[in-house]
């Protein structure tokens, strides 16, 4: 049973910076694609990054570009979103989620067959 585990989150000032960890168990950590996404009250569920297999290649919409950035460590089956600068309309919920299918990343959610539970992350202004 693969399971996705985030933590990291909580309640920040405009400015700030967290890093969200996510512990992946239950398959080879490498097997996968991982991915975070974002939540908003009312609002569709958004991609905001995603990383390679091996960690090579890194993904982010224009949105995010610049103050995101996700990382792996595939030793401790961990995958990373540091994101920086934090602004108040970045509060969500975030989730990682793991793709063990495709070739090549994904932005869209239905592509993830594995997600976590996901961590509140609310930026006060």
């Known amino acids: 049973q693969v399971q996705l585990v985030e933590s990291g989150g909580g309640l920040v000032q405009a400015g700030g910076s967290l890093r969200l960890p996510c512990a992946v168990s239950g398959r080879p950590f490498s097997y996968f694609i991982m991915g975070w996404f974002r939540q908003a009250p009312g609002k569709e569920r958004e991609f905001v990054a995603a990383?390679?297999?091996?960690?090579?290649?890194?993904y982010y919409p224009d949105s995010v570009k610049g103050r995101f950035t996700i990382s792996r460590d595939n030793a401790k089956r961990t995958v990373y979103l540091q994101i920086d600068s934090l602004k108040p309309e970045d509060t969500a919920v975030y989730y990682c989620?793991?793709?063990?299918?495709?070739?090549?990343?994904?932005?869209?959610?239905?592509?993830?067959?594995?997600w976590g539970q996901g961590t509140q992350v609310t930026v006060s202004s």
């Open positions: 989620a793991a793709d063990q299918i495709s070739s090549t990343y994904s932005p869209r959610p239905p592509t993830y067959g594995y």
């Open positions: 990383i390679s297999r091996s960690g090579g290649g890194t």
